[in-house]
């Protein structure tokens, strides 16, 4: 069944460094789609991708689609410590789910 | 208003035991989820409602039991809580099945002693 990956699992970072985290489906995506899960809390979703190599910004995240479908990235400039957290990419399967990647943890040190 | 709510946020409960966990969104989705969060983060999905008809039933116990009376409400049993199913159980819904963001609710966090 379809896959999707994602990387690293932690990040701990010093703030106002940058942070990226990034998603590998093993099928090509209709959409990706990025959600933030702060400790404790439950995933919120930020943002779909659905255009071939789109590019979208949200403050300071950049979110990308590659130019295949199958690929995405998330990258955080100058961390915040409210920026700490999980952030996990999802693609829609064949069928009626989504599948999630296994999410990136964020730790910011201030 | 909060858009998908679930009850209990916390349930502590003994092994052998049976709990229920009720959700209800109010965003007007057809499709509704539930999700299992190990300690891990990982995310997995169990099983899916459109307009009351399941179409998502993964590999799970069949000691877990979903329910949707109505397109608004989906709810969660299990019988014989084993120590393994101690987890965070998250709801979402979605406006139409797979390819829509999701919303999820705040979750329940299901201890078993």
């Known amino acids: 069944g379809q896959q999707v990956m994602q990387i690293p699992q932690y990040q701990h970072v010093q703030e106002g460094e940058d942070f990226t985290t990034y998603c590998n489906s093993s099928t090509t995506l209709s959409n990706i789609q990025w959600y933030k899960q702060r400790p404790g809390g439950h995933p919120v979703f930020l943002i779909q991708?659905?255009?071939?190599?789109e590019v979208k910004k949200q403050k300071r995240l950049t979110f990308q689609f590659g130019e295949a479908k199958k690929n995405s990235s998330l990258h955080i400039t100058a961390t915040q410590t409210t920026d700490v957290g999980t952030y996990f990419c999802a693609g829609p399967s064949d069928g009626n789910k989504l599948v999630f990647g296994a999410g990136t943890i964020l730790r910011v040190k201030s | 208003d909060t858009a998908v709510s679930q009850t209990p946020k916390y349930l502590v409960t003994q092994m052998g035991n049976d709990k229920s966990i009720k959700c209800e969104q109010n965003l007007g989705h057809d499709t509704m989820y539930w999700y299992k969060q190990d300690s891990k983060k990982f995310l997995k999905i169990m099983f899916s409602y459109n307009n009351k008809e399941l179409i998502i039933n993964e590999t799970v116990p069949n000691r877990f039991s979903p329910k949707s009376p109505d397109k608004a409400h989906l709810n969660l049993h299990i019988n014989s809580l084993e120590l393994g199913d101690s987890a965070v159980y998250f709801c979402?819904?979605?406006?139409?099945?797979?390819?829509?963001?999701?919303?999820f609710g705040d979750g329940t966090r299901l201890s078993i002693l």
């Open positions: 979402a819904s979605s406006q139409d099945r797979g390819r829509q963001p999701q919303h």
């Open positions: 991708l659905v255009k071939s190599g």
